[in-house]
């Protein structure tokens, strides 16, 4: 197809151009000054007397490069008889040709490439347009002029500058070549991780792994451990600062926290705020409240000895442990603490074994506790020693040598 058969498709009301058309009468015997030079456009005119002018315009002096300019040239007889001419336009170096469209146009040609030149053809004192297209092709300035040629007679039309920019689909103003988000408008270029993709075309912004739309804390710094929410997690267990982790530099995966102070038990030198470090305590974990000994266990009678270390009276202060009889109950709370079946209450030797409750001095200490109511050794009949021994009746002896007898012969 000619470029005169694509005008006719695109240019609305063109009539095609045909060889061997005939001429209205109107040119019949006038010389046509049509004549094709390789690289220019002329426009033919049909009569010296008409006078032929061309100016022209572009749709766009700024654009870039991919982006279609059209360039309006606006042919203008001026003359009193129709006219025809020829038109010469070459595009800029940086510039390809798309397309042409006219109403005045009779045929066209591009040779060389780039370079138009179209017949057309106008009543008296009427102008046509000839639309030429044409896309960037390379950043840069242009300058462009077409021409007409009517008769033997060329014009120029007025000169046409601009610049085609890089190209920049988004709009943002950077180059796409340049540009980490070429189809997201990106100015600034931000590009959080550092990575081929800026911040508005990126999933993940910080590259932690968690995409943006999940993100709680996007622009974290490359490297930082982050939990599911995308925040810092400084030890890993899934729990982030941001989520109120009780043990942020510390591992506490379930966040136990059996005191419910502000640290979680991973963390906590005192887990159930009992008074005894974790390092000392023996019964971590003790219920909030309970009173508990040196070793951080119970001592529900306060007496320094927990439960868990054996105290024989858990419920009755026993200090210094005493059990006389050795059973499993300390005294405080043993109710017969030598075990000679005589409850403490009325046993005459609560700590020492008297089980017939003997008393031979009848003093109302028993006599396997009261060591004051026999002697036992002559030695402790002398230097009066024996005025010290009392029965029921009085003093027991008379005399030292009746104590002595008494040793020799034992009690009958």
């Known amino acids: 197809m000619t470029l005169a058969e694509q005008t006719q498709a695109k240019g609305k009301g063109m009539r095609p151009y045909r060889a061997g058309r005939r001429r209205s009468a109107i040119h019949r015997g006038t010389l046509l000054a ?4 390789t690289g220019s456009l002329w426009i033919g005119v049909s009569s010296a007397s008409a006078e032929v002018v061309i100016s022209k315009s572009a749709s766009a002096t700024v654009s870039h490069v991919d982006e279609n300019v ?45 370079t138009l030149t179209c017949q057309v053809a106008l009543p008296a004192s009427q102008s046509g347009t000839v639309v030429i297209v044409a896309a960037g092709t390379s950043p840069g300035p242009w ?49 959080t991780d550092g990575d081929a993709q800026g911040d508005a075309c990126d999933a993940d912004d910080d590259n932690d792994g968690v995409g943006d739309g999940a993100d709680g804390c996007e622009g974290t710094p490359a490297g930082t451990t982050v939990a599911a929410d995308g925040c810092a997690d400084p030890d890993g267990d899934g729990i982030s600062t941001n989520a109120g982790d009780n043990c942020p530099d510390v591992a506490n995966d379930d966040q136990a926290n059996t005191d419910g102070d502000g640290q979680g038990d991973a963390c906590d030198a005192d887990d159930d705020n009992d008074g005894v470090g974790d390092d000392a305590d023996g019964c971590e974990g003790t219920p909030a409240g309970t009173a508990v ?26 200090p210094d442990q005493a059990n006389s009889d050795g059973d499993a109950q300390g005294d405080v709370c043993d109710p017969d603490d030598d075990n000679d079946n005589v409850a403490d209450g ?31 050794d002559k030695e402790q009949c002398k230097d009066g020693g024996w005025k010290l021994f009392y029965g029921v009746d009085g003093p027991r002896f008379e005399n030292q040598g009746d104590c002595v007898s008494f040793v020799q012969r034992g009690p009958r």
């Open 293 to 318: 000994a040196t070793d951080g266990c119970a001592d529900p009678d306060g007496d320094g000895i927990s439960t868990n270390a054996g105290d024989n009276c858990p419920a009755d202060a026993n």
């Open 34 to 37: 049509a004549l094709l030079l």
């Open 70 to 114: 059209h360039f309006t040239l606006t042919v203008t007889n001026t003359g009193a008889l129709p006219a025809t001419a020829t038109v010469r336009d070459t595009l800029p170096p940086n510039f390809v040709y798309v397309s042409v469209i006219s109403a005045i146009i009779t045929e066209c040609t591009q040779a060389p490439a780039g």
């Open 346 to 376: 009325a046993d005459n030797c609560q700590f020492t074994a008297n089980p017939d409750q003997q008393d031979l001095d009848g003093d109302g200490m028993g006599s396997a506790c009261d060591a004051a109511e026999l002697p036992t």
């Open 143 to 191: 300058s462009n002029q077409a021409s007409v040629t009517s008769g033997t007679v060329t014009t120029d039309s007025n000169i046409v500058s601009g610049v085609i920019l890089p190209r920049d689909i988004d709009g943002d103003g950077v180059a796409d070549e340049l540009d980490n988000c070429p189809r997201n408008p990106n100015p600034g270029q931000a590009n």
